[in-house]
Structure formats: structure tokens, C-alpha cells
């Protein structure tokens, strides 16, 4: 009896130590991406760009282009946010001064790779769509026209995704056109 005791225990023992030795699961808890936006210049007779985005923990953050480009790479971390990538929209201040016949260059490229980079060494692309596009220039009767429509902005691009640690993404772009002031 002392012995079936012994080896009950013994089994139970060595059943338990056995489980340090089991592989975790992945870690998908950060994912990194690159966003890159140019534009020929950076304020063009009261147009600049203006970019919101989500930082690592899902804050939205502005900045006004004072360069012709504008890059930032992010890691985010899913614990805290599902909500990746930015919003650049060509602003029209009302104070400008705009001639009719004359054009307006407002070209603005937006990219952030398909290629999601997670912490546990793995990738995974997706199809984003980059919305909101353009033409490259804008006569200034247009751009008055805008403005009396009370419209602060010519166009937007955009490339937000909402991610789920299923690496399952959906795209809304709302909530930073939101907290830019973005009027229609």
C-alpha cells in the first residue's frame, strides 16, 4: 500500500514538472508598420498637409507637414489599442488669399505596407485600401468655392485599420477625420 502510495505521488510530481517544458503560444501583442506621405510641397498658398494618426497606444496625435515628406514608423501595442495607421488631408486656410485662374498643386501621396510586422516573428498582409484621393491641382475659384461651403480641406487619404488579435482588420478612418476638424 506504502508503495502504490509512493508511486501515485511520484507520477503526480513528475506530471507536474513536465508542463515548464510546454511551448507558449505566440505573442501578438505589438505589430509594427511604416507610414510615408510626400507631397510637393508642404504648404502651397495656404494649403498645407496636415496628418492625424494613432500612436503605440491608440492616442490620436496631429502634426502639420514642414517638410515635403514625412515619414514615421510605430509599433503598436494590441493590449492597449486595435486601432492602426493615420489620416493626411491637404487643409485650406480660409485667411489665404486665392486667384480664380490661377492652379493650386495639392498632390499628396500617402503609402503604409500592406505587411504587418508582429512581435513573434510572424507577418501578415493585408488588402488596404488607401481612400479619399484627388487630383494633383485645383484652380482657386474651386477652392473658394470650398470655402463657402464652409469645407476646411480639399481631400484626404487615408489608411486605418481596426485590428483584432486575430489579425482580422477593418478599415475606418473616422474617428482621426473626426478629431482633425475635417468638415464636408
Request: aromatic share 8%.
Given at each position: 500500500?506504502m508503495t502504490a502510495i509512493l508511486?501515485?505521488?511520484?507520477?503526480?510530481?513528475?506530471?507536474?514538472?513536465?508542463?515548464?517544458?510546454?511551448?507558449?503560444?505566440?505573442?501578438?501583442?505589438?505589430?509594427?508598420?511604416?507610414?510615408?506621405?510626400?507631397?510637393?510641397?508642404?504648404?502651397?498658398?495656404?494649403?498645407?498637409?496636415?496628418?492625424?494618426?494613432?500612436?503605440?497606444?491608440?492616442?490620436?496625435?496631429?502634426?502639420?507637414?514642414?517638410?515635403?515628406?514625412?515619414?514615421?514608423?510605430?509599433?503598436?501595442?494590441?493590449?492597449?489599442?486595435?486601432?492602426?495607421?493615420?489620416?493626411?488631408?491637404?487643409?485650406?486656410?480660409?485667411?489665404?488669399?486665392?486667384?480664380?485662374?490661377?492652379?493650386?498643386?495639392?498632390?499628396?501621396?500617402?503609402?503604409?505596407?500592406?505587411?504587418?510586422?508582429?512581435?513573434?516573428?510572424?507577418?501578415?498582409?493585408?488588402?488596404?485600401?488607401?481612400?479619399?484621393?484627388?487630383?494633383?491641382?485645383m484652380k482657386g475659384e474651386g477652392?473658394?468655392?470650398?470655402?463657402?461651403?464652409?469645407?476646411?480641406?480639399?481631400?484626404?487619404?487615408?489608411?486605418?485599420?481596426?485590428?483584432?488579435?486575430?489579425?482580422?482588420?477593418?478599415?475606418?478612418?473616422?474617428?482621426?477625420?473626426?478629431?482633425?476638424?475635417?468638415?464636408?
Amino acid at each position: 500500500m506504502m508503495t502504490a502510495i509512493l508511486f501515485c505521488g511520484l507520477s503526480v510530481f513528475l506530471t507536474s514538472c513536465g508542463d515548464d517544458d510546454d511551448p507558449k503560444p505566440a505573442d501578438k501583442s505589438q505589430v509594427s508598420c511604416t507610414v510615408t506621405i510626400k507631397v510637393r510641397a508642404e504648404v502651397v498658398n495656404g494649403l498645407p498637409v496636415k496628418v492625424g494618426y494613432y500612436d503605440a497606444d491608440g492616442s490620436i496625435k496631429q502634426e502639420v507637414l514642414t517638410a515635403n515628406s514625412w515619414e514615421k514608423t510605430i509599433t503598436y501595442d494590441l493590449n492597449k489599442t486595435h486601432n492602426v495607421g493615420c489620416v493626411a488631408a491637404r487643409m485650406i486656410d480660409g485667411e489665404a488669399i486665392f486667384v480664380d485662374d490661377e492652379w493650386y498643386n495639392i498632390s499628396m501621396e500617402l503609402n503604409i505596407p500592406a505587411n504587418m510586422k508582429y512581435s513573434d516573428g510572424s507577418n501578415k498582409d493585408f488588402q488596404l485600401s488607401i481612400g479619399g484621393g484627388f487630383a494633383n491641382r485645383m484652380k482657386g475659384e474651386g477652392i473658394k468655392r470650398l470655402l463657402e461651403r464652409d469645407r476646411n480641406y480639399i481631400g484626404y487619404n487615408h489608411a486605418t485599420y481596426k485590428m483584432d488579435p486575430s489579425t482580422f482588420a477593418t478599415a475606418d478612418a473616422k474617428p482621426i477625420m473626426v478629431a482633425m476638424g475635417l468638415k464636408n
